[in-house]
């Protein structure tokens, strides 16, 4: 599939205010600045469709985008930023949390990790509650030209052998959003579950 159109619909800091269409989405998890905007915008061939952060941990809303006219991309607030106070980060939790277990919409929920990085307790976390509600996930190691080249392959396998033990991992995908890396094989896995 290729994204031939892709419009912000809207943002929502409440879950009450989620769109009531069956539609399917997919959302895209990650601590704060891992990039997960900017690959939304690299899939969707747009410079500034999902605002970049500035500011790191700002984006408090889920934002809806329509893609194709056929299903949702939805960029979920980043977690982990230190500086943010704790009741705010105990309520992205919550939010984040009665989302994966009542969204019904949800077709594929793309982990962001960042690939210079061992996953954080919190990515981890993440992913536990992923296959405890019996949803499916890839995990994309982002910002993947930061790496060399070399490393790349034994990273690779590393990755992939602490992911392979859930059921609920579909794959695991090096991506960058500056070079494009990865862009094809996320897209051919995000096409079979919208499908
Ligand atoms: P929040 O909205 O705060 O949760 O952040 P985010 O996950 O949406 O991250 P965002 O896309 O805003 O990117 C954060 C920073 O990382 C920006 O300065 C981006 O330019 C940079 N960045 C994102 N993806 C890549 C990548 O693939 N390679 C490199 N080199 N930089 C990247
Ligand atoms: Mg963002």
Redesign the pocket.
């Known amino acids: 599939m290729r994204i031939t159109s892709a419009e912000f619909i809207l943002g929502v800091a409440n879950l009450r205010q989620l769109p009531k269409e069956e539609i399917r989405e997919v959302a895209?998890l990650?601590?704060?600045?891992?990039?997960?905007?900017?690959?939304?915008?690299?899939l969707c061939g747009r410079k500034a469709l999902?605002?970049?952060?500035t500011?790191?941990?700002?984006?408090r809303e889920l934002n809806y985008y329509l893609v194709n006219k056929t299903f949702y991309f939805v960029?979920l607030?980043?977690?982990g930023?230190a500086k943010a106070p704790e009741h705010i980060r105990s309520s992205w939790g919550n939010l984040i949390e009665k989302y994966l277990k009542t969204r019904r919409q949800v077709a594929l929920v793309v982990q962001?990790v960042d690939s210079r990085h061992e996953p954080t307790p919190l990515d981890m976390m993440m992913i536990g509650w992923l296959e405890y509600y019996h949803i499916p996930f890839v995990v994309v190691l982002?910002?993947?030209?930061?790496l060399p080249r070399s490393k790349m392959p034994n990273y690779l396998r590393a990755a992939k052998t602490t992911f392979a033990s859930f059921e609920y991992c579909k794959d695991v995908i090096p991506?960058?959003?500056?070079?494009g890396d990865g862009r094809h094989e996320l897209m051919q896995i995000i096409t079979h579950h919208v499908a």
């Not at 500011?55 to 984006?59: A, I, M, N, V």
């Open positions: 895209f990650g601590r704060s600045n891992v990039g997960k905007s900017s690959l939304i915008n690299k999902a605002r970049k952060s500011e790191p941990g700002k984006t960029d607030p980043g977690y930023y962001l982002t910002k993947a030209d930061k991506f960058s959003s500056i070079t």
